[in-house]
Nanobody, 123 residues
Framework: QVQLVESGGGSVQAGGSLRLSCAAS????????MGWFRQAPGKEREFVAI???????YYPDSVKGRVTISRDNAKNTVYLQMNSLKPEDTAIYYC?????????????????WGQGTQVIVSS
């Protein structure tokens, strides 16, 4: 069982930056693939970033170059650094953990989810 707790959300003006954190319980954090997703009102949950257990990362084109995922296995924490934020980045951001390696751009590939943290970007 893994519990995930996100923090670091808030309100920021367009062009600003935020760093989200996701603290995980459990002793096997380093073996999990960790992902970030977001969900805006009325929209489906959208993939934002992933860090596989070996450290490889992947981003969709919508955020590539503006977002960086990193992890500190000693602290059981994964981070999402977001720069050059746009109003369309406004959403609830969720971290998720998966024991799988494939199929992780889809929410269904994950075993555990955090409660989410709100990000609001104003123009």
């Amino acid at each position: 069982q893994v519990q995930l707790v996100e923090s670091g959300g808030g309100s920021v003006q367009a062009g600003g930056s935020l760093r989200l954190s996701c603290a995980a319980s459990g002793r096997t954090f380093s073996s999990y693939s960790m992902g970030w997703f977001r969900q805006a009102p009325g929209k489906e949950r959208e993939f934002v970033a992933i860090s596989w257990s070996g450290g490889t990362t992947y981003y969709p084109d919508s955020v590539k170059g503006r977002v960086t995922i990193s992890r500190d296995n000693a602290k059981n924490t994964v981070y999402l650094q977001m720069n050059s934020l746009k109003p369309e980045d406004t959403a609830i951001y969720y971290c998720a953990a998966s024991s799988k390696v494939y199929g992780l751009v889809n929410p269904g590939g994950y075993d555990y989810w955090g409660q989410g943290t709100q990000v609001i970007v104003s123009s």
